[in-house]
């Protein structure tokens, strides 16, 4: 079974902080995806790696930043941290096919 | 460019009605088509999905879909509703040869069944 997992499932953080949100994945994938989750809003993509050291922008990745380092590993960096910045935020990986795979999720507040 | 359309997000039906949650789609070439669910403070999983072949796509916990071309539908049935399939349904489309393996993602619809 393919396993992806987040390092928090809640956490919350002050305003102007710097966040780490960090993701695995266990199957050798070579892409994946950083999405936000917010009510009526659907998946809005963030930033996404299609391989080590490599990343694109997504729809919304103002305040946002990513890293690579090690194929399994992805990280969402928000450097200052706003309170708009409160939401779901998912973690997906895939294979060279069209199928993602989720982890559970970190809900994030900021206050 | 690609788009994806979920009617309604909200649909509530009776325990052991039929569940029908629509999901339509806009693509210039052939699609591969997703159904995900997440039920309350998890991720996704993904329920079916079609890339090519049979048109009818089964998928797990008695989940199925159509792919119709002319439509450009594919949406999601289930015949006998139960408690534990409220969750919230995720239609997306891709298609083939994106390299960038992005998929375009529905609003969601949130499945509320009535005991």
């Known amino acids: 079974d393919v396993k992806v997992t987040q390092s928090s499932r809640y956490l919350v953080k002050r305003t102007g902080e710097k966040v780490f949100l960090e993701c695995v994945q266990d199957m050798d994938h070579e892409n994946m995806f950083w999405y936000r989750q917010d009510p009526g809003l659907g998946l809005r993509l963030i930033y996404f790696?299609?391989?080590?050291?490599?990343?694109e922008k997504g729809d919304i990745p103002e305040g946002y930043s990513v890293s690579r380092e090690k194929k399994e590993r992805f990280s969402l960096i928000l450097e200052s941290a706003s309170t708009n910045q409160t939401s779901m935020y998912l973690c997906?990986?895939?294979?060279?096919?069209?199928?993602?795979?989720f982890g559970p999720g970190t809900r994030l507040t900021v206050l | 460019a690609q788009s994806v359309t979920q009617l309604g997000s909200h649909v509530s039906v009776s325990e052991g009605a039929l569940v029908l949650l629509r999901c339509n789609y806009s693509?210039?070439?052939?699609?591969?088509l997703f159904w995900y669910v997440q039920y309350p403070n998890q991720g996704l999983q993904l329920l079916l999905k079609?890339?090519?072949?049979a048109t009818l796509v089964k998928g797990i916990n008695g989940f199925e879909a159509e792919f119709k071309k002319s439509e450009t539908s594919f949406h999601l049935t289930k015949p006998s509703a139960h408690m534990s399939d409220a969750a919230e349904y995720f239609c997306a489309v891709t298609t083939h040869g994106d390299s960038n393996y992005q998929l375009i993602w529905g609003a969601g619809t949130k499945l509320i069944i009535k005991p």
């Open positions: 079609y890339t090519t072949g």
């Open positions: 790696s299609y391989d080590v050291k490599m990343k």
């Open positions: 997906a990986s895939s294979p060279l096919s069209n199928t993602q795979y």
């Open positions: 693509s210039s070439v052939p699609p591969y």
